[in-house]
């Protein structure tokens, strides 16, 4: 079930905030079909569940409101229950204009013909972390430990998976692993003692850390690779693909996007054996 996290109007958006609001949202979700833009229906700009909805709502909403004047056409802001069926949903095109992470962006938007608008200027690196009570303090330490891992195909667990193969650990059988729908789920886990250690975003592990203090340990991170990307559906007009990418690059934070910039992230999933189609 899809969760649909605004409407045109960003006060009544305001005023829905809250617990019967995440209901609600979540039923009128299964009406909403794409439109492409064009002025006649629907703009549906689908949000990767990289955090929590009231998260999601809080950043994105104004956003879409933006868009919506950029192509005088409604743009409703939307996710997915879960990375699973946002990633379903985006590889059949039911994203109008997506925000995706680097993972989704090629085994799934890729292959499905998205176009890539514009991308975050800051790079951002990946880490494995546990807490200090663990008495983990190394990467190798961790063996015969248990590690959560994010969604399949997601930047996180690719470049989890990468740092293990770097220390030579073979997660199938020198780690119990365990799969969380969120870096957020995979953080409680780890304080509740759960798991040992989690693979994480740095910039949503640094959002976590000031939500859930404790002491954390890094045992190993990533070097930079380039981070989150907006989309359009290719049977969105050019025109208006033009608008929305000329008013993108030009936020505060923003870049043009190429494709060549994910380019490592193919790369890993080619040596690890996991390359997209």
């Known amino acids: 079930m899809n969760s649909l996290l605004s409407d045109y109007n960003p006060l009544s958006m305001r005023i829905r905030l809250g617990q019967i609001a995440v209901l609600l949202l979540v039923l009128a979700s299964q009406q909403l079909h794409a439109g492409r833009c064009d002025g006649t229906g629907n703009c549906l700009f689908g949000v990767?569940?990289?955090?929590?909805?009231?998260?999601?709502?809080?950043t994105y909403a104004t956003l879409a409101e933006e868009l919506s004047l950029v192509l005088d056409s409604r743009v409703r802001l939307a996710s997915s229950s879960s990375m699973g069926r946002f990633q379903d949903e985006l590889a059949a095109g039911r994203w109008d204009i997506a925000l995706v992470g680097p993972g989704q962006f090629i085994y799934y938007a890729e292959p499905a013909g998205y176009i890539p608008l514009a991308t975050t200027e800051r790079l951002i690196t990946y880490r494995i972390v546990t807490l200090q009570r663990t008495h983990i303090r190394?990467?190798?330490?961790l063996r015969g430990?248990?590690?959560?891992?994010?969604?399949p195909h997601t930047g996180t667990w690719l470049v989890t998976k990468a740092?293990?193969?770097d220390?030579?650990?073979d997660p199938r059988d020198a780690l119990q692993t365990r799969t969380f729908a969120s870096q957020r789920a995979?953080?409680?886990a780890l304080l509740i003692g759960l798991v040992d250690a989690c693979g994480l975003a740095t910039p949503i592990f640094k959002i976590l850390e000031k939500e859930r203090p404790a002491p954390y340990l890094t045992l190993s991170e990533s070097t930079p690779h380039a981070g989150a990307v907006y989309l359009a559906h290719p049977e969105v007009d050019p025109e208006r693909r033009q608008a929305l990418a000329e008013y993108l690059q030009e936020r505060p934070g923003l870049r043009p996007a190429k494709p060549e910039y994910w380019e490592h992230y193919r790369e890993l999933a080619r040596r690890l054996g996991v390359p997209p189609r």
């Open 186 to 188: 995979c953080i409680h």
């Open 163 to 165: 740092l293990l193969h």
């Open 167 to 169: 220390a030579q650990i």
């Open 138 to 141: 190394t990467l190798a330490q």
């Open 145 to 151: 430990h248990r590690l959560g891992l994010m969604w």
């Open 48 to 58: 990767f569940p990289h955090t929590g909805t009231r998260q999601l709502l809080d």
